[in-house]
C-alpha cells in the first residue's frame, strides 16, 4: 500500500508561480512513474505531466507546456510540480499519483495510487 500526500496549493495572481510537492510512503516510489493531474468544478480529471521512474523523461499536457515542470527526488520519496506563469484557468484541484508502469502514463487508469490533492486558485 502506497500514501500520497500533496502539498503547496495556495492562492495567487495570474502571472505568479507556485510550487507543489507529493510525499510518498509504503511501497517502493523509486521504480515506478509518476504523474500529476488536475479537476476542476464540474470537469473530468485532467492529465497534466508525468515523469518516468528515474526522471530522465518527462511528458506534459499542451495546455501546461513550457509553463509547468514535473521532477522528482527519489531519495526524498517526493516528486515536485513547478508552476509558472499560472493562468485562471489553471485553478483545480492537483493530485498526483502513482503509475503501474516505470514509463510515463497519461491516462487515469494508468494509475493505481491518488493522493487527496491541494488547491490551486489561480485570480486574474
Known amino acids: 500500500q502506497v500514501q500520497l500526500v500533496e502539498s503547496g496549493g495556495g492562492l495567487v495572481q495570474a502571472g505568479g508561480s507556485l510550487r507543489l510537492s507529493c510525499a510518498a510512503s509504503?511501497?517502493?516510489?523509486?521504480?515506478?512513474?509518476m504523474g500529476w493531474f488536475r479537476q476542476a468544478p464540474g470537469k473530468e480529471r485532467q492529465f497534466v505531466a508525468s515523469i518516468t521512474w528515474t526522471g530522465g523523461i518527462t511528458y506534459y499536457a499542451d495546455s501546461v507546456k513550457g509553463r509547468f515542470t514535473i521532477s522528482r527526488d527519489n531519495a526524498k520519496n517526493t516528486v515536485y510540480l513547478q508552476m509558472n506563469s499560472l493562468k485562471p484557468e489553471d485553478t483545480a484541484v492537483y493530485l498526483c499519483?502513482?503509475?503501474?508502469?516505470?514509463?510515463?502514463?497519461?491516462?487515469?487508469?494508468?494509475?493505481?495510487?491518488w493522493g487527496q490533492g491541494t488547491q490551486v486558485t489561480v485570480s486574474s
Open positions: 499519483a502513482l503509475a503501474r508502469t516505470r514509463n510515463n502514463v497519461v491516462i487515469r487508469r494508468g494509475y493505481d495510487a
Open positions: 509504503g511501497r517502493t516510489f523509486s521504480t515506478y512513474a
